[in-house]
């Protein structure tokens, strides 16, 4: 085998950004006829049908954001690239994707493969902001020049060094896997990529919405995640458990509505008392819920990530 691009080993499920219900009960989606998405098919096909939408209108707002290769999910990434250190013996990295939440590795050296040597990344040797990360000299680094593998110690200013790093990037989405009881001091997700000890998580269900806090006792990668505080709902299985914005998952909820009109459901509206009218050309477009869609997602923008 040939040499392999580091950046294309990327971990993490994929995640939509809204659920099911989220969609339904949007006052942003209730002027739209859920029930007859795929031509005179049951309930379980309109629900499937809405979900593909749901995947499809999370999609387009990864590529605005993100550009072509990147996702707001928190995903694990592994990249690499040619840095020099400054005077202060730091090597100041510029990853493709932003948030920044955690460095797991990092290697440098005369070359890629063998040439790259381990670095030891911690609280001492590793600084992240939320677009770069900076990594400072560490006696734990011998570095190997050229192939003859002779060793010297040469992390110095304007010497031109090959990086490899992988790091955790985007915000914390998954959905519950089982149902929790109210008083419960668990929940249980699907990936668990994102979350940390201490953090703050939305879980998204209806009129039982609630901010949970993850325990400091969490192990970093288990899938159930104990809770400073007890749930005070029961929560049933596919909620949205979340860090992302809500203004991201509006803006996805008016990609879904667009996507709907799109095809033509649009010109059908249910009026207080029950019964479909008509609706204007102004309302059937879905152009004026795709520009409300971007104007939300302008803020999250990754100027890098679509270089």
């Known amino acids: 085998m040939g040499a392999t691009a580091s950046w294309n080993l990327q971990s993490g499920r994929i995640e939509p950004y809204v659920s099911l219900d989220e969609v339904k009960f949007s006052a942003t989606a209730a002027a739209i006829d859920f029930t007859n998405l795929i031509e005179d098919g049951s309930a379980a096909v309109q629900d499937r049908a809405l979900s593909e939408l749901i995947v499809r209108a999370s999609v387009k707002a990864d590529e605005y954001t993100m550009g072509q290769y990147g996702t707001l999910n928190a995903t694990s990434n592994t990249e690499n690239g040619r840095y020099k250190p400054n005077r202060y013996g730091q090597l100041i990295i510029n990853p493709y994707f932003t948030p920044i939440l955690e460095v797991t590795n990092f290697a440098c050296g005369w070359g890629p493969g063998q040439g790259l040597n381990p670095v030891v990344i911690n609280n001492d040797s590793c600084s992240i902001e939320r677009e770069e990360f900076i990594v400072t000299y560490t006696s734990s680094v011998g570095l190997q020049i050229g192939p003859l593998q002779i060793a010297g110690g040469n992390w110095a200013p304007g010497w031109e060094m090959f990086c490899e790093w992988t790091y ?20 249980t ?44 709902f029961k929560h049933g299985s596919g909620v949205n458990v979340s860090a992302l914005p809500p203004t991201v998952k509006q803006a996805v909820i ?54």
């Open 168 to 187: 955790v990037n985007g915000w914390a989405n998954s959905f519950t896997n089982s149902t929790s009881a109210a008083g419960s001091e668990t929940i």
């Open 189 to 232: 997700v699907n990936d668990s990529l994102g979350i940390y000890p201490g953090m703050n998580l939305t879980i998204w269900d209806g009129m039982n919405d609630e901010y949970v806090q993850v325990d400091t006792s969490y192990d970093g990668t288990s899938t159930t995640i104990p809770l400073v505080n007890p749930l005070r």
């Open 254 to 307: 008016h990609f879904v509505v667009a996507l709907i009109k799109q095809r033509g459901q649009g010109g059908v509206v249910i009026n207080e008392v029950g019964e479909p009218s008509a609706v204007t050309p102004r309302a059937e477009s879905s152009v004026e819920d795709e520009m409300q869609a971007y104007d939300l997602l302008d803020l999250y923008k990754v100027v890098w990530g679509r270089a």
